[in-house]
């Protein structure tokens, strides 16, 4: 996979065919040189990006926003700057009936809440940690049939909100949800949104969220190994029923966890 996604090639532009789209909420793996040099810096947009070692090289995998405009961005290895054009990328649209108002419409005191959860959330989304890593790969932390969501404009009772930033996962209340590869656990909580949720830090900028837990098996601090149980299925927060929300992050990106998910294309 990380050959045929190589989008970036060493001091040159990149052209993005139709194909091949480097889109937003995608991932650009940049060759950043050999491993018989020191590991690199490699920075977008102000954020450190994940670099692993791949072979006798180094590579970075740069999380796109989903908010990025077509056209070209930079990525800056070792203070270059090595231009990765964005394509253009349609996502759908998904419309969807809620039934308690308030997760549509927050009122005054919700909407407080929502502001400090969201700052706690965003702290842990944007987590760096310079650890050891190999590889980039995730493998499903539930079993399930896993939805195209990612990136759909969503509509609950008719009024648009904030693009999916993460992949649904069809699975039934209480089925197991386990680590995709170990981590630190670095936030656990109840939030308005997205009831029962955890987040682990992969390192070096990798982090993945899981949220509407049944039931939270960790605590904050946690080291888990992939494979251990970070908690349960469930339907809490803003949702129609259960299933797990199932978030990855990149330089505190959201992407599309189908680009990293084991047998990915």
């Given at each position: 996979?990380?050959g045929?996604?190589c989008?970036?090639?060493?001091?040159?532009p990149?052209a993005?065919?139709?194909?091949?789209?480097?889109?937003p909420g995608?991932i650009?793996?940049v060759?950043?040189?050999p491993v018989s040099a020191?590991?690199?810096s490699?920075r977008?947009?102000?954020?450190?990006?994940?670099?692993?070692?791949d072979?006798?090289?180094?590579?970075a995998?740069?999380?796109?926003?989903l908010e990025t405009?077509?056209g070209?961005?930079?990525?800056?290895?070792?203070?270059d700057?090595?231009?990765v054009?964005v394509?253009?990328?349609?996502?759908q649209e998904q419309?969807?009936t809620v039934?308690n108002p308030?997760h549509?419409?927050?009122?005054?005191?919700q909407?407080?809440?929502?502001?400090?959860?969201?700052?706690i959330i965003?702290?842990?989304l944007?987590?760096?940690?310079d650890?050891?890593?190999?590889?980039v790969?995730?493998t499903?932390p539930v079993e399930?049939?896993?939805?195209?969501?990612?990136g759909?404009?969503?509509f609950?009772?008719?009024?648009?909100?904030?693009?999916?930033?993460?992949?649904?996962?069809?699975a039934?209340?209480?089925?197991p949800?386990?680590a995709?590869?170990a981590?630190?656990?670095?936030?656990?909580g109840?939030y308005?949104?997205?009831g029962?949720t955890?987040?682990?830090?992969?390192g070096?900028?990798l982090?993945?969220?899981?949220?509407?837990?049944?039931?939270?098996?960790v605590?904050?601090?946690?080291?888990?190994?992939?494979?251990?149980t970070?908690?349960?299925?469930?339907?809490?927060?803003?949702v129609t029923?259960?299933?797990?929300?199932?978030?990855?992050?990149?330089n505190?990106?959201?992407?599309?966890?189908?680009?990293l998910?084991?047998?990915?294309e």
């Open positions: 996979m990380i045929r996604l989008l970036l090639a060493l001091l040159l990149v993005v065919s139709a194909d091949d789209t480097v889109r995608g650009v793996f060759d950043a040189g020191e590991m690199p490699v977008f947009q102000g954020k450190p990006a994940y670099v692993y070692r072979g006798d090289r180094w590579t995998a740069v999380g796109i926003p405009a077509e070209v961005v930079t990525v800056s290895i070792g203070g700057e090595r231009a054009t394509g253009r990328y349609g996502y419309h969807l039934s308030s549509v419409n927050p009122d005054a005191a909407l407080e809440r929502i502001g400090r959860e969201r700052k965003d702290a842990a944007n987590h760096y940690r650890a050891p890593v190999d590889g790969t995730l499903a399930g049939r896993r939805s195209s969501s990612f759909l404009r969503r609950f009772n008719g009024e648009a909100r904030s693009p999916h930033k993460g992949m649904d996962i069809a039934g209340e209480g089925t949800i386990l995709p590869r981590g630190i656990v670095v936030a656990t109840d308005f949104f997205n029962n955890v987040i682990v830090d992969h070096r900028g982090v993945t969220l899981y949220c509407h837990l049944s039931r939270i098996g605590a904050e601090g946690d080291e888990v190994l992939g494979g251990d970070l908690g349960d299925v469930g339907s809490t927060g803003r029923g259960p299933h797990l929300h199932f978030g990855v992050y990149l505190g990106t959201a992407v599309d966890p189908a680009l998910l084991d047998g990915a």
